[in-house]
């Protein structure tokens, strides 16, 4: 039955899940208000109840408690104005906002009523669970996953396109994709963060965070990988490796043999100072194997030592 063919008859009513020991009480008086269309086209506005009805079904407890009718109350606002006092007495009385077996968290009609009642942390409790409980945080984090990518504008594409060049703008570009030319063939020019930091003047990080945002991990790695080794061969030509000796001249019997794996696969036979071969690459000298890029991917293997080895 369409609500148009009924008149309006404000109404209070009571619904429960006694085996949950959860209960609501609530007022229906404006549009649509009418006790035959309660629990048929009406299921109550609040949200709890609504999250009830999901979890657990329909309510054992469905009862229209208080009719008003506008032909007895003289008019349809003093019908309506008598439903809502009528629902902030029981709530009241009843001391439902603060119970926790009641789902009421607040009077929803305090503009008509005067009465200011509310429960934030009972109402937060409901629809989260036990307020900063395991349960509690993870459903909030979910609830503000949903609600963050519907309602932040920066997930509208033009949105965060208009952001972007508004950026490039204060350092000096025209718009984002000049800016993202510009970082991404300086850094292929000079293929350190550093060098591309000071060819462009603008601090490590933010190129960094720029090129891992846009280009990736990958490709950053590759780049750096490229230079390294037109790096290595440079101080190969360049600079003479210096074994470690002793006074006499003769290299130290005790001192390591080490076999050196340049990236482009060259292999060295180091005798004595590792260090200092490692300088004379310009790589750096840790033994981590999980960050070979410390060493310009460079691989080192301990054979024996000086007094042990054989040619």
């Known amino acids: 039955m369409s609500h148009k063919n009924l008149t309006i008859i404000p109404y209070c009513y009571f619904i429960g899940w006694p085996k949950l020991n959860k209960f609501y009480y609530g007022v229906k008086f404006g549009i649509g208000a009418n006790p035959k269309t309660f629990w048929k086209t ?5 949200a709890l109840v609504d999250q009830y009805r999901q979890q657990y079904g329909e309510p054992s407890i469905i009862e229209v408690r208080k009719i008003f009718d506008p032909i007895i109350y003289g008019s349809l606002d003093n019908a309506q104005l008598a439903a809502t006092r009528h629902e902030s007495i029981v709530i009241r009385r009843m001391n439902m906002i603060p119970e926790e077996k009641y789902l009421n968290c607040s009077n929803n009609v305090c503009h008509r009523t005067g009465e200011r009642m509310t429960n934030h942390t009972k109402y937060r409790n409901e629809k989260f669970g036990q307020y900063h409980s395991k349960e509690g945080l993870e459903s909030m984090r979910e609830f503000n996953k949903v609600y963050s990518k519907l309602h932040n504008n920066m997930n509208r594409p033009e949105v965060k396109a208009k952001h972007l060049d508004s950026i490039a703008k204060k350092v000096g570009y025209a718009n984002h994709n000049e800016y993202a030319g510009v970082i991404f063939s300086a850094f292929e020019e000079c293929k350190t963060i550093k060098g591309t930091s000071v060819k462009l003047n603008q601090s490590q990080h933010t190129i960094l965070q720029f090129i891992l945002k846009h280009k990736g991990k990958e490709w950053l790695e590759e780049i750096r ?3 390294l080794v037109e790096a290595t061969s440079r101080n190969r030509a360049s600079i003479p490796f210096r074994r ?17 794996i ?6 060295f036979i180091v005798k004595g100072n590792r260090i200092q071969f490692c300088k004379t690459q310009g790589i750096g000298t840790s033994l981590d194997t999980t960050k070979p890029h410390l060493r310009g991917f460079w691989e080192f293997k301990k054979l024996c030592k000086v007094k042990d080895y054989q040619e």
């Open 262 to 267: 340049s990236p482009t696969g060259e292999v």
């Open 225 to 227: 990988k490229v230079g």
């Open 42 to 46: 009406y299921f109550t506005s609040s």
């Open 244 to 260: 470690k000796v002793k006074k006499d001249g003769e290299l130290n019997p005790n001192a390591y043999i080490w076999k050196a």
